[in-house]
């Protein structure tokens, strides 16, 4: 382990939690260098939906790769890029009615989120954006001024500008929808009309905060009353990850744009895309641009992962099981020790626990390792508990993460408070 506290920069997080040498994975399994299985409830915050090396995209992968198929392509023209979009068409969009546009960002989210809100700033000739508390949409300078964490903000080393912050549902009992329309309507409010509201259905690294059917639809209707751009960041949200493939189905709504990474290219490999409505679409050539955003390996992986678990509502229903089953573990351990849990956050399979600090989350956490779990915290003080595995985990795999979360938590209420009593 010298070679990385030698080499590699501070900045790294993940394994300074999981210190380990990992060299293996299979479905929701990791295995290190001595052999030690660890099962993955982290999933590459949400990168791995569909399992490491899942053997359907591994073979499809395998025989592009060995016909000698493009693998660079900048944004020229392939057929893997062909099949891609035309599942994305037949098994997406067309079911929900959905009409948009792709463009191919650099394959990460928070480029298709400075993607989104350059256009969104070209559309409609306004720079503020809306975003809200809690909200997470990347590091790089435009989707960190839409960022609410302070830890990442403090990172940038300078101003984040050109961003109004509204209280997201929820947030200390202020009803955020009712003052950005106040503020809207008010000439003297300071507010200048924005080109676009960007967030998160349900914020990942917020704390698995949800904003409701209701809530949703409200900020929808704000938004097409004021001629305000609805952008919602589906990157950690979408691909099944709450139940449905978009965050945003429940609600019934359609955003102007959305943006999609992390599971979109389903075998873990980079990409990441944002959805526009047609009228939107006036890009100048090469006016977003970006070395790497024909990955073509990931829309080989991409189309396999939409043609497999989109094709039909088995995934669908297996999300739906394996969340009641997290949900019924968590319900009885906050009925179990009131000391250690507040409540539940999330939807879907993008669940968790949020404890009364975040030291419980952390010792919780830190066990689970121990016993053989990668799992990881979220929220502004890290003090929830995230159950984010593989949405093709089985159901045996996943009791027996489960089991290990509640032994954890045994081990954690044993240690803190029997020894306090």
């Known amino acids: 382990m010298d070679i ?12 300074n939690s999981f210190p380990v040498m990992f060299t293996k994975a299979k479905g929701c399994w990791l295995e290190t260098d001595k052999g030690e299985r660890y099962l993955d409830f982290l999933a590459g915050a949400g990168s791995l939906n569909y399992g490491h090396n899942n053997p359907v995209f591994k073979q499809a992968l395998l025989e592009y790769i060995e016909k000698d198929g493009i693998t660079h392509g900048l944004d020229m023209h392939s057929d893997a890029k062909a099949e891609f979009l035309t599942a994305l068409q037949r098994y997406i969009l067309a079911p ?13 989210g928070t480029n298709a989120v400075e993607a989104a809100l350059k256009l969104a700033r070209k559309v409609t000739g306004r720079s503020s954006i809306v975003a809200f508390t809690n909200g997470f949409h990347g590091c790089t300078a435009g989707a960190l001024a839409a960022t609410g964490n302070q830890h990442h903000r403090q990172g940038a080393g300078m101003s984040l500008n050109n961003v109004t912050r509204i209280p997201f549902e929820g947030y200390a009992d202020i009803d955020g929808l009712k003052l ?18 960007l967030m998160e259905t349900v914020q990942g690294e917020g704390g698995l905060n949800v904003a409701s059917n209701t809530w949703l639809q409200r900020l929808s209707k704000i938004c097409k009353q004021n001629d305000i751009l609805l952008i919602i960041d589906d990157i950690q949200a979408g691909c099944g990850r709450t139940g449905t493939f978009f965050s945003f189905e429940p609600a019934g709504i359609k955003p102007d744009m959305v943006t999609l990474s992390k599971s979109i290219g389903g075998y873990g490999l980079p990409m990441a895309v944002v959805l526009l409505s047609p009228e939107l679409d006036i890009w100048k050539p090469g006016e977003h641009n970006g070395t790497f955003r024909g990955n073509n390996h990931a ?18 229903t297996h999300i739906a099981r394996c969340s009641e089953a997290v949900s019924d573990v968590i319900q009885r351990n906050i009925q179990r020790h ?13 669940i968790g626990v949020e404890c009364h600090n975040g030291e419980l989350s952390s010792d919780i956490a830190k066990a689970c390792f121990e016993n053989g779990m990668v799992i990881e915290t979220a929220g502004p003080n890290d003090e929830v508990v995230k159950f984010f595995c593989p949405l093709t985990i089985t159901q045996a795999e996943l009791n027996q993460g489960l089991s290990i979360f509640e032994n954890a938590v045994e081990s954690v209420v044993a240690k803190r408070f029997k020894k306090a009593s």
Do not use: I
Request: glycine content about 6%; aromatic content about 12%.
């Open 338 to 350: 009131p000391e250690v849990f507040v409540q539940q956050k999330g939807r879907g399979m993008m």
């Open 96 to 108: 929900r009615g959905l009409d948009y546009k792709v463009q191919f960002t650099g394959p990460t």
């Open 299 to 316: 829309f080989v992986t991409a189309t396999k992962a939409l043609e497999t678990y989109w094709s039909n509502n088995q995934l669908e």
């Open 4 to 15: 990385f506290n030698k080499q590699e920069s501070k900045v790294r997080s993940y394994s």
């Open 180 to 197: 950005f329309e106040t503020m809207l309507n008010d000439n003297s409010a300071g507010m200048d009309k924005p080109a676009a509201v």
